[in-house]
Each structure stands twice: as C-alpha cells, then as structure tokens.
C-alpha cells in the first residue's frame, strides 16, 4: 500500500501515537519516516531533555538488536521539539504495523539496569542523562498505547496545507 502524504501536520490537533511522516523512494526502495509522538504539541510539556537522551540510547539499543526488526531500522532519534523520535524504516508499512515493536520497545525500559552506551567514548554528552524519569516517560506511553489501540487517531496525523514561507519555500521539519 502507497502512503505518500503530501500535506503537512496540523500540530494543534495531534494527540500522541504513531504516525508516517513521509515516505521516500529511492530507486527501487522505499524508505519510511515515522513520527513517535509521545506529547501533545504545545499543551502538554515536553521530554526533558536528559530523558529524552536517554530514552534515544535505550530505543536505539532495543531496536537495533530485535531479531525480528533491526535489519529494518535506519534511524531512530529524537525530535527537535522534544515531544517524540523519528524513526525511520526500509519498506513502506502502515503505523498500525509498528505498533507491537513501539509497545514492547518503551515496555523494555522499565528493565533497563543502566543506560547504554553513557562512556565519554560513546556519546556526546556522556553526562545527561536521566534513566529513572527515562522510565516514567516509557511507561506513560506505553500505558497510553495500551489503552488507545483502539483508536484509529493514534495512527493518523491530522492534514493540514504545506506552509509556504514568505520567500516562496514549502516548509519542511525534517
Ligand atoms: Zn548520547
């Protein structure tokens, strides 16, 4: 199934979930972008940061060493506005298909001992991170995955018209 999206995101109507950003062909691949959203836009607060850092090591870790997934993962980190991660795919699935990866992905956290990959020859900024509020962030999302899987709004992003700026560009985020 063909998910191109050509509209842009409204942001004031998004509630947390899983939804494709953008889909790219290259050559014969297709590569798909998703947004995991774990805050509502500009209502809810955001990730703190050290969470968010951490909760990018912990993810990365998980998704990367899944047997049933990581020869699909390209990417995953965190969004600039710290309200959810992009995620990006080999293929071209519907959000729906991610949804028992993402669950036992943030479910994983709550296990985590130590956050991987925090020595000053693996990481950038060896010293924030935060694992304890890296847990609660996972398992409030998971919570809320759980009790919305029902709900076909946690899988598709409200559309809204490409914002072109005053110089004539289409506005992209990612
Ligand atoms: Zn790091």
């Known amino acids: 199934?063909?998910?191109?999206?050509?509209?842009?995101?409204?942001?004031?109507?998004?509630?947390?979930?899983?939804?494709?950003?953008?889909?790219?062909?290259?050559?014969?691949?297709?590569?798909?972008?998703?947004?995991?959203?774990?805050?509502?836009?500009?209502?809810?607060?955001?990730?703190?940061?050290?969470?968010?850092?951490?909760?990018?090591?912990?993810?990365?870790?998980?998704?990367?060493?899944?047997p049933a997934w990581k020869d699909e993962v390209i990417y995953w980190g965190p969004m600039g506005c710290l309200t959810g991660f992009y995620l990006i795919l080999k293929g071209n699935r519907a959000p729906r298909?991610?949804?028992?990866?993402?669950?036992?992905?943030?479910?994983?956290?709550?296990?985590?001992?130590?956050?991987?990959?925090?020595?000053?020859?693996?990481c950038g900024r060896c010293l924030m991170h935060d694992l304890g509020m890296a847990k609660w962030y996972a398992a409030e999302f998971a919570a809320y995955l759980e009790a919305n899987a029902d709900h076909s709004e946690i899988f598709e992003y409200p559309a809204a018209e490409r914002l072109v700026t005053g110089d004539g560009q289409h506005f992209y985020d990612s």
């Open 1 to 66: 199934m063909e998910l191109i999206q050509s509209f842009s995101v409204d942001h004031t109507r998004i509630v947390p979930g899983i939804f494709t950003s953008r889909v790219d062909h290259l050559g014969g691949y297709s590569v798909t972008t998703y947004d995991i959203r774990l805050k509502r836009p500009n209502i809810e607060p955001v990730i703190d940061v050290a969470a968010m850092h951490s909760l990018e090591h912990l993810i990365a870790t998980f998704l990367r060493n899944d």
């Open 97 to 122: 298909e991610l949804y028992d990866l993402i669950l036992r992905a943030f479910r994983s956290v709550a296990d985590a001992k130590e956050v991987p990959g925090t020595a000053p020859e693996n």
